[in-house]
């Protein structure tokens, strides 16, 4: 069955501190996995997508097949990196984790 | 991209009554989606509205407690009916722009029930 699963619901870090927003997905087929991210009084909106391998707002997300993860990573965090993030995949549907609410501390 | 307009944004429903969400998209779009998304949960999609035919429901979802309509290919209405608390949750319109796989939501409607 398809499955999106992360792990935290709450992460904080400081400023300038590296962050890993963790995601493993089970998924019979070749996936196509996405991260959303929603900031505060804004809609749901993509952050990036693992077939374009592009780095948005200093973030980057590598697809792991051997370990089915696609963990989302940015080596300095910055305060207007606070918001929800979602890990999606796509199969014959979107699947959503359940959001990690990530808060930069100062 | 895709604008999304969706409305009420939130309100406030008694038991056994029924909400009508309303979702308005600027360009035309062949399929629209109706997500739940309830307290501390993920998205869970309730059904996907095609233009011209009949909504599909995914599994524990059921027409007769939310009806769809997709009269034109911009727009597209949920129905919560004869509400209880456990629908207290919000509500999320979303369309898919050509095979992208970018999803576009609208900003949500959160529906309390008391």
């Known amino acids: 069955a398809q499955r999106v699963t992360q792990p935290e619901k709450l992460l904080s870090v400081f400023k300038g501190a590296p962050v890993e927003l963790k995601c493993n997905y089970s998924?019979?087929?070749?996936?196509?996995l996405f991260w959303y991210v929603q900031y505060s009084r804004q809609r749901l909106q993509l952050l990036l997508r693992?077939?374009s391998r592009e780095s948005i707002k200093g973030f980057t997300a590598d697809l792991n097949k051997g370990e089915t993860s696609f963990h989302l990573k940015k080596p300095f965090a910055q305060e207007e990196d606070s918001a929800m993030y979602y890990c999606?995949?796509?199969?014959?549907?979107?699947?959503f984790g359940t959001g990690t609410s990530l808060t930069v501390i100062p | 991209s895709a604008v999304i307009s969706q409305k009420p944004s939130r309100d406030i429903c008694q038991r056994g009554t029924s909400l009508t969400i309303q979702c308005q998209v600027d360009?035309?779009?062949?399929?629209m989606f109706w997500y739940r998304q309830q307290p501390g949960q993920s998205l869970t999609l309730i059904a996907t509205?095609?233009?011209?035919?009949?909504?599909?429901?995914e599994s524990g979802f059921v027409i007769d407690k939310f009806p769809i309509s997709r009269p034109n290919l911009t727009f597209s209405t949920l129905t919560v009916s004869n509400m209880s608390p456990e629908d207290s949750s919000i509500y999320l319109c979303?369309?898919?722009?050509?095979?992208?796989?970018?999803?576009?939501f609208g900003e949500g409607s959160r529906l309390t029930v008391l």
């Open positions: 999606a995949l796509h199969g014959n549907q979107f699947y």
């Open positions: 360009s035309q779009v062949t399929m």
């Open positions: 998924y019979s087929g070749s996936p196509e």
């Open positions: 509205a095609n233009q011209g035919s009949e909504a599909t429901y």
């Open positions: 979303s369309v898919e722009e050509g095979y992208t796989g970018e999803l576009f």
């Open positions: 693992h077939i």
